[in-house]
T-cell receptor, first 114, second 113 residues
Framework: DVKVTQSSRYLVKRTGEKVFLECVQD?????MFWYRQDPGLGLRLIYF???????EKGDIPEGYSVSREKKERFSLILESASTNQTSMYLC?????????????FGPGTRLTVT | GDSVTQMEGPVTLSEEAFLTINCTYT??????LFWYVQYPGEGLQLLLK?????DKGSNKGFEATYRKETTSFHLEKGSVQVSDSAVYFC????????????FGTGTKLQVIP
C-alpha cells in the first residue's frame, strides 16, 4: 500500500518560532509538493520539487522555504511563523510525467500559530 | 493561467439521490482532468481521472466525461450513500506543459439517511 506520511497531525506553535513540517513518501516518486488548504480557497501550491535538491516556487511561496536532501523526504520550513500561516498543510507526491499521473496525499498537518 | 471552477457547496442530498457536481476549466494545451475526494480528517485521494477529450473516468459508481468543447468535467453518481459524504475537488494538470496541478475550491457533499 503506497504511503505519504507527515510528521505531525496537529501542531501548535508561537508567533516567531521556526517550524519544520516533514513529509516522507515510499513510492520512489520524483515529484513532491506542499500545499496549504483553507476554507473557501481550496488547495494552494506553496512549493514543489521534481528532483533531489531541486525546488520551484508555487503560487504562495512567501514566508516559506523547502528542503529536499533525499528523494523520499520533502520538508517545509516556516522561518518565522505568523498567525496568518495557521492552516492545514498537505504534502503530495507523483511520478515524473506528472500531468498524466495522480498525486498521492498525506493525511495533513493542522498547524495553529498563536 | 490555468483555473478550475466548481459549484459551491454544501450540497445536501438524501440517500439514493442522483448527484451532479459541476466543474469547468480554463487551460492552455491538453490537460489531464481529475476528481479527488477528501473524507473527514484525511488527505485527498484520487477518485477518477481522464487524460484526453471524450474519455470517461469511473470509480465506485462515480463517473465524469472529459468534454473539450464545453471545457467541463462534471462528476455524477446515480445513487449516493451516506458514506459518500466528503469534500470533492476537481483538478487539472499539464495545461501549461507543466507538472503542476490546479485545484478547484472543493464542494462539500452531505448525504442524509
Amino acid at each position: 500500500d503506497v504511503k505519504v506520511t507527515q510528521s505531525s497531525r496537529y501542531l501548535v506553535k508561537r508567533t516567531g518560532e521556526k517550524v519544520f513540517l516533514e513529509c516522507v513518501q515510499d513510492m520512489d516518486h520524483e515529484n513532491m509538493f506542499w500545499y496549504r488548504q483553507d476554507p473557501g480557497l481550496g488547495l494552494r501550491l506553496i512549493y514543489f520539487s521534481y528532483d533531489v535538491k531541486m525546488k520551484e516556487k508555487g503560487d504562495i511561496p512567501e514566508g516559506y522555504s523547502v528542503s529536499r536532501e533525499k528523494k523520499e523526504r520533502f520538508s517545509l520550513i516556516l522561518e518565522s511563523a505568523s498567525t496568518n500561516q495557521t492552516s492545514m498543510y498537505l504534502c503530495a507526491s507523483s511520478q515524473s510525467g506528472g500531468y498524466l499521473y495522480e498525486q498521492y496525499f498525506g493525511p495533513g498537518t493542522r498547524l495553529t500559530v498563536t | 493561467g490555468d483555473s478550475v471552477t466548481q459549484m459551491e457547496g454544501p450540497v445536501t442530498l438524501s440517500e439514493e439521490a442522483f448527484l451532479t457536481i459541476n466543474c469547468t476549466y480554463t487551460a492552455t494545451g491538453y490537460p489531464s482532468l481529475f476528481w479527488y475526494v477528501q473524507y473527514p480528517g484525511e488527505g485527498l485521494q484520487l477518485l477518477l481521472k481522464a487524460t484526453k477529450a471524450d474519455d470517461k473516468g469511473s470509480n465506485k459508481g462515480f463517473e465524469a466525461t472529459y468534454r473539450k468543447e464545453t471545457t467541463s468535467f462534471h462528476l455524477e453518481k446515480g445513487s449516493v450513500q451516506v458514506s459518500d459524504s466528503a469534500v470533492y475537488f476537481c483538478a487539472l494538470s499539464g495545461g501549461g506543459g507543466y507538472q503542476k496541478v490546479t485545484f478547484g475550491t472543493g464542494t462539500k457533499l452531505q448525504v442524509i439517511p
